[in-house]
């Protein structure tokens, strides 16, 4: 077995590619993304990411169509070829160590502030200050391009999201799963605000000794701030692991067990019998499937 493909198939790798194929079922759930839109990568050792495929719904994703490159775009296993946007995340990761894990997609209400050139008020919910805080935007480039990759290198080292004008959201994290969150989070910020707005009456910010309480926090978390003079260490909180500690224990042969359960899963779907609504690996019903069997 070449040497690429026996990293994308060990047990590191696919808790990774597990972890990624869950999380864009989220985002494509959340109407994050639509049609083939959005992609999502992560860091595996130091030389090599793993990235989603281009052309393809995150709703649909398996196992099997994630791609392995290297940090220079190359891609070096995987039978679909690599997202178009996988620059952008490339430029991150070299930009800034602490990125483990990347998330581009285009959520509606943070991507109307993108469209609109504005930046979301600041200092007005705790969850966005704490996860997110204050959010850069960065200008316009043709996707793809690597003009539109170095577009974020003035932002990427102090903020963890960041909006991409006329186009939509990129962030990261130390995982998958965290990157979503603040996906999660900074949408949902962006829906409160332009509510509150419409109701006519000034919108207040949180007073400026109570934000420092929660700077304390989000430095005791060890997540990146713009306010901050320089970036937190580690974190000192210890975060749950996104997917259960059994799924390390998992063997490559486990993997083939997974992908038929989850073929068995369609087939009874489709016959009435249970099962998933449409044999996606990232169905609702994934998790069982993945840390339970």
Same mark, same amino acid.
């Given at each position: 077995m070449p040497e690429q493909e026996a990293l994308f198939r060990s047990k590191e790798a696919l808790h990774l590619r597990q972890e990624m194929v869950w999380n864009a079922w989220?985002?494509?759930?959340?109407?994050?993304?639509?049609?083939n839109g959005g992609n999502l990568s992560c860091r595996i050792g130091d030389q090599y990411v793993l990235c989603t495929p281009s052309m393809c719904s995150k709703a649909d994703l398996t196992l099997e169509d994630l791609c392995l490159v290297d940090l220079e775009g190359n891609q070096k296993f995987g039978r679909f070829r690599r997202t178009s946007e996988l620059l952008l995340h490339l +430029?991150?990761?070299?930009?800034?160590? @602490?990125?483990?894990?990347?998330?581009?997609? =285009?959520?509606?209400?943070?991507?109307?502030?993108?469209?609109?050139?504005?930046?979301?008020?600041?200092? $007005?919910? %705790?969850?966005?200050?704490?996860f997110v805080g204050p959010v850069a935007i960065a200008p316009y480039e043709t996707p793809g391009t690597?003009?539109?990759?170095?577009?974020? /290198? %003035?932002?990427?080292?102090?903020?963890?999201?960041? /909006?991409? @004008?006329n186009h939509?959201? *990129?962030?990261?994290?130390?995982?998958?799963? =965290?990157? +979503?969150?603040?996906?999660?989070? $900074?949408?949902?910020?962006?829906?409160? *605000?332009?509510?509150?707005?419409?109701?006519?009456?000034?919108?207040?910010?949180? %007073? =400026? %000794?109570k934000l420092q309480e929660i700077l304390k926090i989000k430095a005791y978390l060890g997540l990146p701030d713009a306010r901050f003079e320089s970036q937190p260490a580690d974190s000192q909180y210890d975060f749950p692991v996104p997917l259960k500690?059994?799924?390390?224990? /998992?063997?490559?042969?486990s993997e083939i067990e997974v992908l038929v359960r989850s073929i068995a899963a369609a087939v009874r779907a489709r016959f009435g019998f249970? #099962?998933?609504?449409? #044999?996606?690996l990232a169905g609702p019903n994934t998790a069982e499937t993945l840390e339970t069997r």
């Open positions: 989220k985002l494509w759930e959340r109407q994050y993304v639509d049609g +430029e991150i990761y070299k930009a800034n160590a @602490a990125a483990r894990a990347v998330i581009h997609c =285009h959520p509606p209400h943070a991507t109307a502030y993108a469209i609109a050139g504005q930046i979301p008020p600041p200092d $007005l919910v %705790p969850e966005q200050e704490v690597k003009v539109f990759a170095e577009t974020i /290198l %003035p932002f990427v080292e102090r903020h963890n999201a960041i /909006l991409l @004008a939509g959201v *990129v962030c990261w994290a130390d995982t998958i799963t =965290h990157a +979503e969150w603040l996906i999660e989070v $900074l949408d949902t910020y962006c829906r409160t *605000v332009l509510l509150a707005l419409q109701l006519g009456s000034p919108l207040r910010t949180i %007073p =400026h %000794p500690a059994q799924t390390l224990a /998992l063997s490559p042969e249970g #099962g998933t609504a449409n #044999g996606n």
